[in-house]
C-alpha cells in the first residue's frame, strides 16, 4: 500500500511512506496501531460495497461446497493483498473496523502473546460470525500477515504467491475455481493484468473484480488487461472514499501532484488531509450493461 521514498532531481516529493513492517508480524497488532493512528479506512469503506455486491454476481461453474476433491475449499470471495484477513473479517463478522482497532490497541489484547491472541480471536470471530459468512481465500507476499488470518479461521486458505513474478500454483488455482467475487483494498498500485488474468481467462463465468484504487495512481493497466478477456470496467466518479491521513507534508504535496496529473481534482480531498481511493468494478460487459455501477451502488 506505499511506494519507495524517494524523489525527482528537481525537488518533487514522489513518494508514499513505507508500511512494510506491519505486514511481517505474526499478529496484526502493530498492524492496527500504525494505521489506527493515521484513521485507515479503506476496509470500512469496502465492507458495505462487497456485501452489496457479493449476491449480485452469478453463481460460480462448479457447485460450491465446503472442499473440493483435492481438499481445498472453494473459494466464493478471493482477497488480493488480504495482509491479515481484515476484508474477511469485515464480511462475515458481525463488527466493524472501529471495533477492530478498539480491539488490538486494547491493554488487554495488548499484554497477550501471539498464541493467546489467535485463542483469543478464534473464540472472538466465532462469536459474532455472520450466518450468511462466505468462504475467503487469501492471496498475498506477506506469509506472517497471512498465516494469522488463517490460523484464527478469518481465511479458509492463503497463498503467499507473487504472480506478478511467477505463474499461480496448481493448489491455487484449484482452490479458487469456484470465485464469485475478487477483492482489492490495497496493494493495487503494485499489481497489473498479470495477477489477474492467470485467475479470470478461460472462465465461462468469470468472477467480478472489485479494486479500491488510491488516486495517485492508475488502473488502466489492469483494466486494459482485462478487456482483452473481455471484461469491462467501470470507475465510480460518484464518490471518492478517504483512505488515510497523510504522514507529513511531503507526502501530502506528492499525492496532490500526483492526483492533479492524473487529471483529477485534489481539492477538498486530498487538500484536506487524506489519501482518497476510488472503486472499480470490473466485470462482463453483458453484467456492465445490464446494471451500470451506479445503479449497483445506490443507496449504498
Known amino acids: 500500500m506505499a511506494t519507495a521514498r524517494n524523489q525527482?532531481?528537481?525537488?518533487?516529493?514522489t513518494r508514499m511512506t513505507r508500511f512494510d513492517d506491519i505486514y511481517s508480524r505474526p499478529d496484526p497488532r502493530l498492524y492496527f496501531s500504525t494505521l489506527g493512528a493515521l484513521g485507515y479506512q479503506t476496509p470500512h469503506h469496502a465492507q458495505g460495497v462487497?456485501?452489496?455486491?457479493?449476491p449480485l454476481v452469478g453463481l460460480p461453474e462448479v457447485p460450491e461446497c465446503p472442499a473440493d476433491q483435492d481438499g481445498g475449499?472453494?473459494?466464493?470471495?478471493?482477497?488480493?493483498c488480504c495482509s491479515y484477513g481484515i476484508n474477511a473479517a469485515l464480511l462475515n463478522h458481525h463488527v466493524t473496523l472501529e471495533e477492530l482497532y478498539d480491539r488490538y490497541t486494547s491493554p488487554q489484547v495488548t499484554r497477550l502473546t501471539t498464541a493467546e491472541l489467535i485463542e483469543s480471536d478464534r473464540r472472538y470471530f466465532a462469536?459474532?460470525?455472520r450466518p450468511d459468512a462466505v468462504p475467503v481465500i487469501g492471496l498475498d507476499v506477506a506469509a506472517p500477515a497471512m498465516a494469522y488470518g488463517r490460523a484464527v479461521g478469518l481465511l479458509d486458505a492463503g497463498f503467499?504467491?507473487?504472480l506478478e513474478a511467477v505463474q499461480p500454483s496448481p493448489a491455487l488455482c484449484r482452490a479458487t475455481r469456484g470465485t464469485r467475487l475478487i477483492t482489492v483494498t490495497g496493494g493495487a498500485s503494485f499489481l497489473s493484468a498479470r495477477t489477474f488474468r492467470p485467475l479470470?481467462?478461460?472462465r465461462r463465468e468469470p468472477p467480478w473484480v472489485a479494486a479500491f484504487v488510491l488516486r495517485t495512481g492508475s488502473y488502466q493497466n489492469i483494466a486494459d488487461g482485462l478487456a482483452l478477456l473481455g471484461l469491462t470496467t467501470e470507475k465510480d466518479t460518484a464518490r471518492t472514499y478517504p483512505q488515510r491521513r497523510f504522514t507529513d507534508v511531503d507526502e501530502q504535496r506528492y499525492a496532490i501532484a500526483a492526483v492533479s496529473a492524473a487529471g483529477d481534482d485534489p481539492?477538498?480531498?486530498?487538500?484536506?488531509?487524506?489519501f482518497h481511493t476510488a472503486l472499480h468494478l470490473t466485470r462482463p460487459?453483458?453484467?456492465?450493461?445490464?446494471?451500470?455501477?451506479?445503479e449497483l451502488l445506490r443507496d449504498a
Do not use: Q, W
Not at 50 to 54: D, G, I, K, V, W
Not at 73 to 80: F, M, S
Open 285 to 294: 460487459c453483458a453484467d456492465a450493461a445490464a446494471r451500470p455501477l451506479h
Open 127 to 129: 462469536a459474532c460470525r
Open 8 to 13: 525527482h532531481a528537481a525537488g518533487t516529493p
Open 200 to 202: 479470470l481467462e478461460g
Open 73 to 80: 475449499p472453494r473459494a466464493t470471495v478471493l482477497d488480493i
Open 267 to 274: 481539492r477538498g480531498k486530498e487538500t484536506d488531509g487524506h
Open 50 to 54: 462487497f456485501r452489496r455486491l457479493l
Open 160 to 162: 503467499a504467491e507473487n
